[in-house]
């Protein structure tokens, strides 16, 4: 049995995910979304998004049509700023999980998926 450490996943991992795109634009909004599942997945050990979670952080975007936003096209500069502002407002919701004491979900998930052990 080797000695592992608990990972409490709050969101902080999140914050020095690469926000990089390069200069492939433009982008469409459901391309940065991709990108952004996929790089905050791999700083989460590999673990995927629930979709609860993509919902709330998109709603934080306040993009009212997400048909037309997944859609629409962007530059790379806004393409950046949009992947950043997403990742931020999922680790926020991570963060929110683990502090909500009074939402019986938050304790679900305190309990069962907060946490991963690492080797």
Do not use: N
């Not at 608990?6 to 909004?29: A, E, I, K, M, Y």
């Not at 950043?84 to 019986?104: F, M, N, Q, T, V």
């Amino acid at each position: 049995m080797s000695d592992g450490t608990l990972q409490v996943l709050d969101g902080t991992h999140l914050r020095g995910v690469d926000l990089s795109l390069g200069d492939d634009g433009p982008f469409t909004g459901a391309k940065i979304l991709d990108i952004a599942h996929s790089r905050a997945s791999s700083s989460l050990f590999g673990l995927s998004l629930p979709d609860s979670l993509k919902v709330s952080a998109l709603t934080r975007l306040r993009t009212p049509d997400t048909d037309a936003f997944r859609s629409a096209y962007y530059s790379a500069d806004k393409a950046s700023e949009i992947l950043r502002d997403y990742i931020s407002a999922i680790a926020d919701e991570l963060k929110g999980l683990l502090s909500s004491s009074s939402d019986h979900h938050a304790k679900h998930c305190r309990s069962t998926c907060a946490c991963v052990w690492s080797t």
